[in-house]
T-cell receptor, first 112, second 114 residues
Framework: DADVTQTPRNRITKTGKRIMLECSQTKGHDRMYWYRQDPGLGLRLIYYSFDVKDINKGEISDGYSVSRQAQAKFSLSLESAIPNQTALYFC???????????FGQGTRLTVV | AQSVSQHNHHVILSEAASLELGCNYSYGGTVNLFWYVQYPGQHLQLLLKYFSGDPLVKGIKGFEAEFIKSKFSFNLRKPSVQWSDTAEYFCAVTAAYNTDKLIFGTGTRLQVFP
């Protein structure tokens, strides 16, 4: 089984709909991250969390919210999806010193 | 805040050619540096990292990178590329004394032709 699992892997949704992307990890790490990947822009940090009570905004948090339900689970929500949120979304985890980040397989989200 | 620049957006090489991908970072303090690779359709994986010590670090699959502090650079190299090296390569940085955020460059797409 993968260390970091994202669901769904692919999703097409309509403008204005609410959608949740889920991430779970078996690494036992406290740190979890959500990134989005766009061609030519690399990976940009949306939100990150160091434990269930510690949520932090990243570079591009507008239009997104997150929930850390447990050490192993970190969900990303788009309250009202818009087309420019079409992207590949990655969840990642790391240890406390960030010596290596472990990524999920990604969720390809299309907003039409 | 730290940032990362990768000036090569798309590199095309023939097999056996040598590779060097540029990475420059912007940060006034001590940094930890990483190269990640993303093979087509897959997630990112760590290729190599530099925290301290020997500025020439070796990673998996014959890759190496050299940290040049005076140039704020951490270029990735491989003497002879293979078709299987076709992938996207990302340089990333964290501040050494505040590792909260891992900041990525925009990536370099490498295509290797047989």
């Amino acid at each position: 089984d993968a260390d970091v699992t994202q669901t769904p892997r692919n999703r097409i949704t309509k403008t204005g709909k609410r959608i949740m992307l889920e991430c779970s990890q078996t690494k036992g790490h406290d740190r979890m991250y959500w990134y989005r990947q766009d061609p030519g822009l690399g990976l940009r940090l949306i939100y990150y969390s160091f434990d269930v009570k510690d949520i932090n905004k990243g570079e591009i948090s507008d239009g997104y919210s997150v929930s850390r339900q447990a050490q192993a689970k970190f969900s990303l929500s788009l309250e009202s999806a818009i087309p420019n949120q079409t992207a590949l979304y990655f969840c990642a985890t790391s240890d406390i010193k960030n010596t290596e980040a472990f990524f999920g397989q990604g969720t390809r989200l299309t907003v039409v | 805040a730290q940032s990362v620049s990768q000036h090569n957006h798309h590199v095309i090489l023939s097999e056996a050619a040598s590779l060097e991908l540029g990475c420059n970072y912007s940060y006034g303090g001590t940094v930890n540096l990483f190269w990640y690779v993303q093979y087509p359709g897959q997630h990112l994986q760590l290729l190599l990292k530099y925290f301290s010590g020997d500025p020439l670090v070796k990673g998996i699959k014959g890759f190496e990178a050299e940290f040049i502090k005076s140039k704020f650079s951490f270029n990735l190299r491989k003497p002879s590329v293979q078709w299987s090296d076709t992938a996207e390569y990302f340089c990333a940085v964290t501040a050494a004394y505040n590792t909260d955020k891992l900041i990525f460059g925009t990536g370099t797409r490498l295509q290797v032709f047989p």
